[in-house]
């Protein structure tokens, strides 16, 4: 075994409600993951953690009659408790409510903003409240229907955000054509660069309808897309961009470990964002399947 430094990573949880045998999964394979790299001496980092932004929180949270954060303190209990049991051996747990996760995503915004490759316009179009995401209509399922939940599409307009990911459409091809490993398994990195090739829109980065979120810097009737706060949670955890943060060692050779419905989140938007700021994508995107249930992804 290679004596290279190694970090490993689970996607960060959502705490809309328990943990359930999926979250499990994904964290038992990078704890086994990260115990081999450890046992064979290499300098090993394995980070996981919990997604606490966005609508479906709010939503959740005023159904309860509590604040989101008095939801997000509750729920994430469930997920520390169980890694506890299943003795998961992470370094680190971040929580984007934490001070640490907002201050790196309002630096990285600030600098993607100063790059020229965040600007402020206005979007419409169908958006997904369960899964927090704009569905293009090309995508759309039957009757208006999101094609990863299959829930009812809501028609939006706000004043929004972008980042230019248009820009970033041929830098990511040769990337992935020069590290044809950096997606595995194949199927999910075919799936990528057909991706690619039909054409990038530029993606909304904020939001304006709740205010339960990470406010943009300067325009603060904004908060932060969840997703675009959620992906950063990698860096933050690391220190970046500190000066002797733990990104400058582990930064270099991450592998992050995700369900396959968050693909196009970790192979296009994410390593996209990374070039802007001047870092390498990642090393490699392993993609695992879903817990079914007659053909069916598993609910909650």
Request: hydrophobic share 35%; proline share 6%.
């Amino acid at each position: 075994m290679s004596k290279e430094n190694f970090y490993i990573t689970t996607p960060i949880y959502y705490v809309n409600d328990v943990p359930h045998i999926g979250h499990a999964y994904t964290t038992i394979a990078a704890d086994v993951l990260a115990r081999w790299h450890k046992s064979g001496g290499e300098k090993t980092w394995f980070l996981t953690g919990t997604d606490e932004h966005g609508q479906k929180i709010q939503t959740v949270a005023q159904k309860k009659g509590i604040t989101p954060k008095e939801l997000c303190d509750e729920v994430v209990q469930n997920f520390q408790r169980l890694w506890g049991v299943l003795n998961i051996s992470n370094d680190d747990f971040i929580r984007t409510t934490e001070p640490r996760h907002e201050k790196v995503v309002q630096e990285i915004f600030r600098r993607l903003m100063a790059n020229g490759d965040i600007y402020k316009g206005e979007y419409e179009g169908w958006y997904c409240v369960p899964c927090e995401t704009y569905v293009p209509e090309a995508q759309m399922g039957e009757g208006n229907t999101c094609p990863d939940c299959h829930r009812q599409l809501t028609k939006m307009t706000e004043e929004t955000y972008f980042f230019k990911l248009s820009k970033y459409a041929e830098p990511l091809l040769k990337y992935y054509e020069e590290n044809p490993d950096a997606i595995m398994p194949r199927s999910r990195y075919n799936e990528i660069i057909s991706f690619i090739k039909s054409g990038l829109r530029d993606q909304s980065v904020s939001r304006t309808t709740l205010d339960w979120g990470i406010p943009l810097p300067g325009d603060e009737k904004h908060v932060i897309y969840v997703w675009f706060d959620a992906l950063i949670n990698y860096l933050s955890a690391l220190n970046f961009p500190e000066q002797g943060g733990l990104w400058q060692t582990y930064w270099p050779s991450v592998r992050h470990l995700v369900g396959k419905d968050i693909i196009r989140f970790h192979c296009v938007i994410w390593p996209a964002m990374l070039l802007d700021l001047g870092l390498n994508p990642p090393v490699r995107v392993f993609a695992h399947g879903w817990w079914t249930v007659e053909g069916e992804k598993m609910s909650k």
